[in-house]
């Protein structure tokens, strides 16, 4: 494993204040491509990324996870001030759909720590995508109602210093020789 590769998987955070600056598209696309390029079930590529940068997209998105939340409100905002927010879902096609998301949310989050953007892994798209709302939002976007939320990302420029990581449990690996 290149080293560069081994600190980006151990220094990698989850950042919960971001400035209000749009990520750029050329550090976006960079982004994007390595979630593309995430393992996914018998090689399905099941999954779809979406990006929501646009503003009544953005507060939709927000309103409809804080809803999830059981606040009537997105006061404080789930997503923390993200600019953009990445949604990860599963196609029919997958054949292992949560998985297969998962994988690819990994991507998508140390390739942002790379290329200098801020990440959280934001959950609930699974049952904000079950719910009406949801629905009418895959619509609205062109997407068809079949795909299945798995998680999604809050996405731009950290606006507060990195947090350190915690120390790894020792009982974390057990060897069987």
């Known amino acids: 494993m290149k080293m560069e590769a081994l600190d980006v998987l151990k220094?990698?955070?989850?950042?919960?204040?971001?400035?209000q600056e749009q990520v750029k598209d050329e550090e976006l696309a960079l982004v994007l491509e390595a979630?593309?390029?995430a393992p996914t079930a018998s090689g399905t590529q099941g999954c779809k990324i979406v990006v929501v940068q646009e503003e009544e997209s953005l507060a939709a998105v927000?309103?409809?996870n804080a809803k999830v939340l059981g606040r009537p409100s997105a006061d404080p905002?789930?997503?923390?001030?993200?600019p953009t927010i990445l949604i990860v879902f599963a196609t029919p096609e997958s054949h292992a759909p949560h998985r297969d998301g998962a994988a690819v949310m990994t991507n998508l989050l140390n390739a942002a720590y790379?290329?200098?953007?801020?990440s959280c892994w934001i959950d609930r798209p699974i049952q904000m995508f079950e719910m009406p709302e949801g629905k009418a939002l895959l619509k609205k976007w062109g997407l068809s109602e079949d795909l299945q939320g798995?998680?999604?990302i809050a996405l731009g420029y950290a606006d507060m210093p990195d947090p350190q990581p915690k120390e790894r449990k020792a009982d974390y690996i057990t060897w069987i020789k």
Do not use: E, H, Q
């Open 114 to 118: 790379a290329v200098g953007l801020a």
């Open 150 to 152: 798995v998680a999604s």
């Open 62 to 64: 927000r309103k409809l």
């Open 11 to 19: 220094n990698r955070r989850s950042i919960r204040k971001f400035k």
């Open 35 to 37: 979630g593309t390029y």
């Open 77 to 82: 905002d789930p997503y923390y001030g993200a």
